[in-house]
Each structure stands twice: as C-alpha cells, then as structure tokens.
C-alpha cells in the first residue's frame, strides 16, 4: 500500500502539530523565550489565512476541484493569482500554520517537523498531484512547470 494521496493535507498538519507539541513536551530543555511570539504566531496565521483563501478562490474561478484526494477531477491548470508564483500555494499556508505552531511552542525541537511535513507533503501529496496533472495536461502543465516553481 503506498501513501500518495491517502492522508489529506489538513490531517497531515494535525498529526505533525500533535508530533511538535510532543516534542516540546518531551525535551523542554529546548524551550526558548521569544518577546514578540504571540504577534508573530498571529501574524503567521493571518498570512496562512489570506494565502489559503486566496488559493481557494482561484480554483473556484477557474471551476476546477481543489480536493487533494482526487486530482484526476481536475479541470484545467490554474496559472494565475497565486499559482503564478508558486504551484502550491495552499500547501505554503499549511507551513505558514505550522511555522505558527513551532513559534507558539518556543521550543527548538517543535522546528524540527517543518522540513519533515514539507518532505512528506512532497513525496505523499505533491508528485502524484503533478504525476496526474502530467497525464491529464501533458504540454500546459509541462509550460507551467517551466515558468512557476513547486514551492516559491
């Protein structure tokens, strides 16, 4: 059984919050203090907000699914708002949010897990996706692949 598109994004960042949280618990040794934490925390969750919805809109604009489970329903390769800047917005506000949770946390450890979830994002959730947009819009995607760059 392979992962590719079996745990949904939202639930991944559940699970590596919860893993953060357990590792602050479990090595406070680590925990430093941070004057501004609560307004960077807050400033972090509003970007991640704006970035999401944003992303969001585009793909109702284009009347295309945004659903990560099922890629194959997608209707057309959304390349504009935010997707002309990077092809995974939606996923750069999910480590928007849990850049906030470290940052919450205070604790070196918590960091730790961002490099995991985006590998694990990439491996599990993001080259499928480009597997099946490569099938279902070989030479647009391809296009789009050349000009907009996976993460930033």
Known sequence: MTLALKI????????SAGLMYGL????????????????????LILMASV????????????????HPHTPEKTST????????YSRNPMYISLV???LAVAVYLQNYTSFVMLPLFIWYLTQFQI?????????????EYQ?????VRRWL
């Open 51 to 66: 970035i999401g919805i944003l992303a969001l809109y585009d793909f109702h604009k284009h009347q295309t699914t945004f």
């Open 143 to 147: 296009a789009y692949c050349q000009k």
């Open 24 to 43: 602050a618990k479990y090595f406070p040794q680590y925990h430093f203090d941070l004057s501004l934490g609560f307004a960077i925390v807050i400033l």
């Open 96 to 98: 928007l949010l849990l």
């Open 77 to 84: 390769v959304v390349d504009s708002g935010l997707f002309a």
């Open 8 to 15: 949904i994004p939202p639930i991944q960042l559940i699970i």
């Open 127 to 139: 080259i499928p996706e480009e597997k099946m947009l490569n099938k279902l819009f070989p030479n």
